[in-house]
């Protein structure tokens, strides 16, 4: 999911445009519409490295149904917030690339169709999917989505930096964190860290204040997830968003093992074992890497081919570290949806249908873009993967067992939870606030926010 957590940069921008978005083009009009529309089905994606993968797939869909597949392409920057301007000018695809935070606001505006309304018996067998996805894009009983890709979390390192530190690949494989000394992950961590004087975050004399390369690179954002930056900690120390997913009605950001978790991150930032704020923020975690700034980062599966391909470096995938609760992972997917305003709604709902099929997910798995979100063909992809030499598996294992998952929360005002979150976790990260105290504030903020009517 490239770019994902750019999400809270125009998630109240996008509050605000649905708002007015209620009276979108009807259904049974634009059904009626002339019959060059109903041979062409627009389709919105933002990641410019999955675009060709899909074209193929919508060339083998025009072949087997006449129905051409006209792909838009949007950087994630400007996605979600052009998205709201169609919905209101009428303009929107027929088919986006959606995310679960943001589909329970386009579902409760009206602004997507109901899939049940086109699926008939046999048409998708969900125990061929991934974990629980499919459950996720469920609403009051309507489906918006069925998972076209799933993601989970893993370490991203330097191969020569982890070598020069005296590290190997196998060293790596086995990780264990807790949050009162930080296990052998935080050992890595302080020892990665280098300062301009040649000293190591674990050597007298360390330096945080002149860091020339950080064990723990960190990526900006993250909101009330924080997918990639602090989740699988607190995750692998028995912490849980809510009191149910989706649709849980109560966060739980006051939580004691939340707490500790994210004071014992907060002091590895302190110490300078992981990127400052100001530095990760304009750098970002591809420059940060790429320029020898961080040694590890912790990553998802939609950026594989991002740091398998390198040039200038070699980067290999470590697993996430066993907690006091278990190794752990988010694992999270998008979905096709249909939009209200489709032209073809229909036409729409067969490309959905083979967007998610084995006949699209086997061109997928050859390309290895993503982990399809059907268990054959993520196997497949890994394959595809390790016969270029990349080895995937702290990706893919965790994603076999059950009990290491744990499911994006779902929720709704989702985007006005997340700015809240944001300010935050801002704070925390540049030691202006005390998790003890802000993450209760905090918890009573988004709980306040649940239980307003909408």
């Known amino acids: 999911m490239a770019g994902k957590w750019k999400i809270v940069a125009c998630a109240a921008a996008a509050t605000m445009v649905l708002a007015a978005c209620g009276n979108g083009t009807s259904i049974s009009g634009a059904a009626k519409g002339d019959s060059e529309h109903s041979k062409e089905v627009t389709y919105r994606l933002w990641d410019p490295g999955q675009?060709?993968?899909?074209?193929?797939?919508?060339?083998?869909?025009?072949?087997?149904?006449?129905?051409?597949?006209?792909?838009?392409?949007?950087?994630?920057?400007?996605?979600?917030?052009?998205?709201?301007?169609?919905?209101?000018?009428?303009?929107?695809?027929?088919?986006?690339?959606?995310?679960?935070?943001?589909?329970?606001?386009?579902?409760?505006?009206?602004?997507?169709?109901?899939?049940?309304?086109?699926?008939?018996?046999?048409?998708?067998?969900?125990?061929?999917?991934?974990?629980?996805?499919?459950?996720?894009?469920?609403?009051?009983?309507?489906?918006?989505?069925?998972?076209?890709?799933?993601?989970?979390?893993?370490?991203?390192?330097?191969?020569?930096?982890?070598?020069?530190?005296?590290?190997?690949?196998?060293?790596?494989?086995?990780?264990?964190?807790?949050?009162?000394?930080?296990?052998?992950?935080?050992?890595?961590?302080?020892?990665?860290?280098?300062?301009?004087?040649?000293?190591?975050?674990?050597?007298?004399?360390f330096d945080k204040t002149k860091v020339a390369v950080y064990g723990w690179g960190l990526e900006q954002g993250g909101g009330i997830v924080g997918q990639g930056q602090w989740s699988w900690l607190a995750l692998a120390n028995g912490f849980e968003y809510l009191d149910k997913n989706p649709f849980g009605t109560e966060y739980k950001m006051s939580d004691p093992k939340l707490i500790e978790t994210i004071s014992w991150w907060q002091k590895q930032i302190e110490a300078g074992y992981v990127t400052p704020l100001d530095i990760a923020g304009p750098l970002g975690l591809e420059p940060m890497m790429e320029q020898g700034k961080a040694a590890l980062i912790p990553d998802g599966s939609w950026r594989i081919n991002l740091w398998s391909s390198s040039t200038n470096n070699k980067f290999a995938f470590a697993p996430l570290p066993v907690g006091p609760a278990g190794q752990k992972t988010i694992i999270n997917g998008l979905a096709p949806s249909i939009t209200k305003q489709a032209k073809n709604p229909e036409g729409a709902y067969q490309w959905i249908k083979f967007l998610t099929s084995d006949k699209c997910q086997s061109i997928v798995a050859q390309d290895a873009i993503v982990f399809p979100s059907m268990i054959e063909f993520s196997q497949k992809a890994a394959q595809t993967h390790k016969d270029k030499g990349v080895d995937v598996s702290a990706f893919l294992d965790i994603a076999q067992n059950p009990k290491n998952l744990a499911y994006y929360p779902i929720t709704d005002k989702a985007n006005e939870i997340a700015s809240e979150a944001q300010v935050v976790f801002d704070n925390i990260e540049q030691l202006k606030a005390n998790p003890a105290q802000a993450l209760p504030e905090l918890n009573t903020k988004v709980n306040a926010l649940l239980s307003t009517k909408k």
């Not at 025009?62 to 392409?73: H, L, P, R, V």
């Not at 067998?125 to 009051?140: I, N, Q």
């Open 51 to 205: 675009q060709p993968t899909y074209q193929k797939c919508a060339d083998a869909f025009e072949k087997e149904s006449g129905i051409k597949i006209k792909i838009e392409q949007q950087g994630w920057d400007d996605y979600w917030t052009n998205l709201t301007t169609d919905l209101v000018s009428g303009t929107a695809p027929d088919v986006i690339t959606n995310h679960v935070q943001y589909y329970p606001e386009l579902a409760g505006k009206g602004q997507l169709l109901d899939l049940n309304a086109y699926m008939k018996d046999g048409d998708v067998d969900f125990s061929k999917y991934t974990g629980e996805l499919a459950d996720l894009w469920v609403k009051d009983g309507k489906r918006y989505g069925i998972p076209q890709d799933w993601d989970t979390i893993a370490l991203v390192y330097n191969t020569k930096m982890a070598a020069d530190a005296g590290y190997k690949a196998e060293d790596l494989k086995n990780l264990t964190w807790n949050p009162t000394d930080g296990g052998t992950f935080g050992k890595l961590i302080a020892h990665l860290s280098v300062d301009q004087n040649g000293k190591r975050g674990d050597e007298a004399g």
